[in-house]
């Protein structure tokens, strides 16, 4: 009952400083994040890092069949525009499904764990193991899933995309993604970062504007509580993957004036 009140009762946002925080946010912080809209119940940190109850997060939104396999959350901003892309797709015989939107800290270290397994038949070394799993995916913490505002589309497997059908996917959201805000995040030919990955898309609105920010705050975040943990460079990750995005999102930003720190 009280979560709902407090549901309610915000709209606009001061961030409530929780005790069990790391790095508190205070209204210094809340200026310069400017217009970014986040529940009063959740640190800055914490949603950076996906740290919170989405259940109860008010930007967010449950969501399933027919748009996403299985139940899952998103930020309702970003489902809406996925909604409109999608009717558009379906229209060309396109049917685009969310196998995966927004992940809290804990769904990030099943899947690193997963990985971390995978790579540790075939690697020894546990620096080799973090570089090889980091061809894919973000250690906990670090994760662009956390924001509620990407999506990875019908399959994460670069075989399916391959296919027929996977190729007919990739071309229609190459060509008309961008109508509705998204970018695919991860695009070829960059020199640095994860491997191309083709299904995953970011809805630039948000993620613009979150990526004004995060580093100032996330920089600093100690990540933990998983294999190989301690083998993770937070800091070289944001330089040398999380940032290694899509060359038009940033342009795109650059234009807008909005930096990336
Ligand atoms: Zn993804």
């Given at each position: 009952m009280l979560y709902n009140g407090l549901r309610n009762g915000c709209s606009i946002m001061v961030f409530y400083v929780s005790l069990a925080c790391s790095l508190l946010v205070s209204d210094i912080a809340a200026a310069q994040v400017g217009d970014f809209k986040q529940s009063t119940h959740i640190t800055l940190v914490n949603f950076l890092t996906g740290r919170f109850d989405v259940e109860n997060a008010v930007e967010f939104t449950k969501i399933g069949y027919p748009y996403a396999i299985r139940p899952m959350y998103l930020r309702s901003d970003t489902f809406?525009?996925?909604?409109?892309?999608?009717?558009?797709?379906?229209?060309?015989?396109?049917?685009?499904?969310?196998?995966?939107?927004?992940?809290?800290?804990?769904?990030?270290?099943?899947i690193w764990e997963r990985n971390y397994k995978r790579v540790s038949l075939s690697e020894t070394d546990?620096?080799?193991?973090?570089?090889?799993?980091?061809?894919?995916?973000?250690?906990?913490?670090?994760?662009?899933?956390?924001?509620?505002?990407?999506?990875?589309?019908?399959?994460?497997?670069?075989?399916?995309?391959?296919?027929?059908?996977?190729?007919?996917?990739?071309?229609?959201?190459?060509?008309?993604?961008?109508?509705?805000?998204f970018y695919l995040t991860y695009n070829e030919g960059r020199l640095k970062g994860f491997k191309s990955e083709p299904w995953q898309y970011s809805y630039y609105p948000t993620a613009s504007k979150i990526m004004s920010f995060f580093r100032l705050y996330i920089s600093a975040v100690n990540v933990d509580g998983f294999k190989g943990s301690h083998a993770v460079d937070v800091a070289k990750i944001l330089d040398e993957y999380i940032i290694a995005i899509n060359p038009e999102i940033l342009k795109r930003m650059q234009l807008e004036g909005k930096i990336v720190y």
């Open positions: 809406a525009a996925f909604k409109s892309m999608r009717a558009a797709a379906l229209k060309d015989g396109v049917n685009l499904v969310i196998v995966s939107g927004f992940r809290s800290y804990n769904d990030q270290v099943r546990v620096s080799d193991r973090v570089k090889r799993i980091l061809y894919y995916s973000s250690p906990p913490g670090v994760s662009r899933h956390h924001w509620g505002c990407e999506v990875d589309l019908n399959s994460v497997s670069p075989y399916y995309f391959n296919t027929t059908e996977g190729k007919k996917v990739a071309k229609w959201l190459m060509t008309h993604a961008k109508r509705f805000d």
